[in-house]
């Protein structure tokens, strides 16, 4: 792995403490005109009725933050009955679009809201891709069970807005148009295009932009995930994503778009350039695994907590987990905000000359 990135002495710099939160994680990030950081982590209480919420703090800095009273977006509904997850923030003429999953306990799905300022209020839009067919379109669903990925079944479907499984995750937005529309980069296992002419509702290309690469010589050989939101260089399009090999590691790697067709794929790292190290990074991770890859809810016991989690020791299937879906550029630097095991809110950042030098240097 090239490590480029230099992490905060100050990490965790999101992580429960003395208020109501089990977790903040797997936050967004913007800049407002003034300059300030704007993070909306993805917040969850330890508690029967378990589901997740949108945050939101505010930073000087970067690294030092203070909290909203009020979250930025809370469940509202049956399809919302976990609720809301890892926002992606661009900004597009002058307006902040967030797009997020919408939890119901059995399908994820991909939508949006609005705001004229990242101090809210934000106006919900719906679905971004309501018809997506993940599993036609070549997704899959994957998990790790003895210490080897495993395909999984598709969710249940018991509720009446279930019964086809347009599963979607994932979504980032460009924050120009392109030919007048509006384009998202989105998805897990493969990573698709989309398309609008309003901003709410987009159109899906049948052609995935990235998939896994075959081999073990690749940090994305098994599963893939976009990250955040594309960032527009003087080269193109840097866009990051996770790659997640056999051994459960999601890694940051990259790849450049074009400016003018981002279709066109001008490089794609060959090694990560960020990942799991630090001990909040690795070390809290693996409470989150359950027997047969099962999401930990808040219902199970300590006993069933430590279980899992010599289970997973045994089985070496130990989640490293730095999950990236906020990056913002400030003075020549990108800097990242990110999912540290599943747990806290952490950042680092690299010179964006550099990564875009790692391309350039390695483009025929």
């Known amino acids: 792995m090239r490590n480029i990135f230099t992490r905060s002495k100050l990490n965790p710099v999101l992580a429960p403490g003395d208020g109501p939160w089990w977790k903040m994680y797997n936050p967004g990030a913007a800049i407002d005109d003034h300059g300030r950081v704007h993070v909306f982590p993805r917040l969850m209480k330890r508690e029967a009725d378990w589901h997740s919420c949108i945050g939101h703090t505010v930073s000087v800095d970067g690294e030092h933050f203070e909290w909203d009273r009020d979250p930025a977006l809370v469940r509202q509904s049956e399809k919302e009955l976990r609720g809301l997850e890892d926002p992606r923030i661009t900004r597009i003429d002058g307006r902040y679009f967030m797009a997020f999953a919408a939890y119901d306990g059995e399908l994820a799905t991909l939508h949006s809201a609005y705001a004229d300022s990242l101090d809210g209020p934000w106006h919900r839009q719906g679905p971004m891709v309501p018809k997506f067919d993940f599993f036609g379109s070549g997704g899959r669903m994957v998990g790790w069970e003895h210490g080897q990925p495993v395909e999984r079944a598709p969710p249940k479907r018991r509720f ?17 148009r392109i030919d007048g529309r509006y384009v ?40 893939l995930e976009v990250g955040p939101p594309p960032v527009l260089t003087e080269k193109g399009w840097l866009l990051l994503y996770h790659g997640i090999d056999e051994k459960f590691r999601y890694r940051l790697g990259f790849v450049l778009l074009d400016r003018q067709n981002p279709r066109r794929i001008l490089y794609r790292s060959t090694e990560p350039v960020f990942g799991p190290e630090a001990d909040y990074e ?60 599943d747990t806290s809110v952490c950042t680092a950042w690299a010179s964006l000359d550099e990564l875009i030098g790692l391309a350039c240097r390695s483009a025929p």
């Open 160 to 176: 009446p807005w279930s019964r086809q499984v347009h599963w979607s995750k994932s979504g980032a937005l460009f924050s120009e």
């Open 184 to 223: 998202l980069v989105f998805g897990e296992f493969y990573a698709w295009f989309a398309t609008s002419s309003d901003g709410v509702t987009y159109k899906v290309e049948r052609q995935p932009l990235l998939q896994p690469r075959k081999g073990t010589a690749f940090f994305d050989n098994t599963f």
């Open 282 to 341: 690795v070390a809290d991770a693996a409470i989150d695994v359950l027997p047969g890859g099962i999401p930990v809810l808040s219902t199970h016991s300590d006993a069933e907590l430590k279980a899992a989690y010599e289970k997973a020791r045994t089985e070496n299937v130990m989640p490293q987990v730095t999950f990236c879906t906020g990056a913002v550029v400030r003075n020549d630097r990108l800097w990242i905000y990110y999912g540290a095991g």
